[in-house]
């Protein structure tokens, strides 16, 4: 689709969201918190991982991060200041079951308690992830996702946080986008725990499945309050090229949509998923009963969206790694099939400081897509947001004018969504603070309030001043 249009630019200004429609803007625990080994918190695999040299740009690790751990009252104040409706942040599971003996660690708990009573004095709304990727590190050690005893631990952990919080948080999240979790950390390694095994990495797929279904079980039998219940996954919005384009489209929407949407929505590994991947594994991980844990009803399914990816069939001799070690990666290793592989190619820009090319169409498209394919079904876009080289002006100020338009185009593209008929229920930007992006450690901001990683300092953007503007009026501005 063209931008140059104006019909079709995706810089719709003015247009009014709903009354109901909830503004919210989201972080992560090991990318804000630091206090790494601070009140009985003890590692996680994103603590092994940063601390192993090579893995992350510059060394970089979440020992400090934002400081949020020490900061969460001014952080409070700052989505005051902001107009936000809703937080959504993730506990960090090393915080509150520190050791294999399953202790329970009640100053993490009371670290979170403290949060979700400060939002609620504030007429925020909490919306609570269980699991961001911070897996303790002595789960990964008895074999991780890839092992089935981890998803007891998740119940486990579950009926601890649906105990303290269950009275208390509008929305629990499951898992955030259990495709990383399991393609970058046990797959393609660019993520903790960083090993290279395609087997373990449907195995982890399937575990993750599973700690879902048990979670929520395990949330709803203990929360004493009327949450909703939700699942937060990263969509792959797919372009083809070349001969095999459709093909090469359809096994990766197996391999990275609908092995989560199947058996979370649906009840089931679709069949092509298993067939493309017979020759990794023959799925004996999936014990009788399963899927009907994994199939338990959510309230909303949260999408998280930043760019779209372009994929065809590539039957060379070894398989090219086009990958940012983030994003896309799946394609480059020797998955299903597997006399063709799958490579994922360069798309036409414009860029964001990632590489990920803006594309609003494209989350357009799949808030409808979804909709149609699971058509009862509540959506809330739980991240969206975009990195750029900001600058700090003479003044102080930060102008962001990249990320104002990025962001401006994604919310009209939520708009249009809204207008098709999509029970579309709300929009986190991600992410409220600059952060530890991951393998990308600090050298990638996405926060719409700069974080001063010297001073700690927190300065709105200009980003941050026009979505305050935007929640305040419930128009997009003019
Ligand atoms: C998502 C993650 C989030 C952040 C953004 C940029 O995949 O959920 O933590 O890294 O990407």
């Given at each position: 689709m063209s931008p140059s249009t104006p019909a079709d630019d995706?810089?719709?200004?003015?247009l009014l969201f709903p009354p109901d429609f909830v503004f919210g803007s989201a972080t992560a625990s090991y990318q804000i918190e630091?206090?790494?080994?601070?009140?009985g918190r003890t590692p996680s695999i994103w603590d092994t991982f940063s601390r192993t040299?090579?893995?992350?740009w510059n060394g970089d690790?979440?020992?400090?991060?934002?400081?949020h751990y020490h900061r969460v009252e001014q952080d409070l104040d700052l989505m005051t200041e902001l107009g936000l409706e809703a937080y959504r942040f993730s506990i960090a599971w090393p915080r509150i079951v520190?050791?294999?003996?399953?202790?329970?660690n009640q100053k993490g708990i009371d670290f979170y308690s403290r949060l979700v009573d400060g939002l609620r004095e504030r007429g925020i709304r909490p919306v609570a992830t269980?699991?961001?990727?911070?897996?303790p590190q002595y789960l990964e050690d008895a074999g991780?996702?890839?092992?089935?005893e981890t998803t007891d631990a998740f119940e486990r952990y579950a009926e601890v946080m649906g105990r303290a919080l269950g009275d208390r948080v509008d929305t629990w999240t499951t898992l955030n986008e259990p495709w990383c979790s399991a393609y970058l950390g046990?797959?393609?390694?660019?993520?903790?725990?960083g090993r290279h095994e395609p087997a373990s990495a449907l195995a982890a797929v399937h575990h993750l499945n599973l700690a879902h279904g048990r979670a929520l079980q395990a949330l709803r039998a203990t929360s004493t309050g009327d949450p909703d219940y939700s699942v937060t996954l990263n969509f792959h919005v797919l372009r083809g090229q070349g001969d095999g384009a459709s093909e090469a489209m359809r096994r990766i929407d197996a391999l990275a949509n609908r092995s989560f949407t199947g058996p979370m929505l649906r009840g089931e590994y679709p069949a092509d998923l298993l067939a493309d991947t017979s020759s990794v594994t023959d799925?004996?991980?999936?014990?009788?009963g399963d899927l009907a844990t994994v199939h338990q009803p959510i309230d909303v399914l949260g999408v998280n969206y930043y760019s779209t990816a372009t994929v065809r069939l590539w039957d060379g001799i070894s398989p090219k790694?086009?990958?940012?070690?983030?994003?896309?990666?799946?394609?480059?290793?020797?998955?299903?099939?597997?006399?063709q592989l799958v490579e994922f190619v360069e798309q036409p820009g414009p860029y964001t400081a990632m590489g990920w090319n803006i594309a609003p169409e494209g989350l357009e498209e799949l808030l409808v897509s979804l909709s149609e394919q699971f058509p009862d079904q509540a959506l809330m876009v739980t991240e969206n947001g975009a990195a750029f080289d900001d600058h700090v002006a003479d003044d102080g100020t930060v102008p962001d004018p990249e990320r104002t338009d990025y962001l401006r185009r994604h919310f009209t593209a939520a708009h249009r969504a809204l207008q098709r008929g999509v029970d579309l229920r709300g929009y986190f930007v991600w992410s409220l603070l600059d952060n530890?992006?991951?393998?990308?450690g600090y050298a990638k901001r996405f926060g719409i309030v700069r974080v001063?990683?010297?001073?700690l300092q927190r300065t709105v953007k200009d980003s941050g001043h026009w979505y305050r503007d935007l929640i305040r009026t419930r128009a997009l501005p003019v």
């Open positions: 995706y810089r719709g200004s003015g630091g206090a790494a080994g601070e009140d040299p090579g893995r992350v690790t979440g020992d400090i991060a934002c400081d520190p050791t294999a003996s399953g202790e329970i269980l699991y961001h990727w911070d897996l991780g996702w890839a092992a089935r046990y797959g393609q390694g660019g993520h903790a725990p799925w004996s991980f999936v014990r009788e790694q086009q990958n940012d070690g983030h994003k896309g990666a799946v394609g480059g290793t020797a998955w299903p099939g597997s006399d530890f992006e991951w393998g990308y001063d990683f010297d001073t």
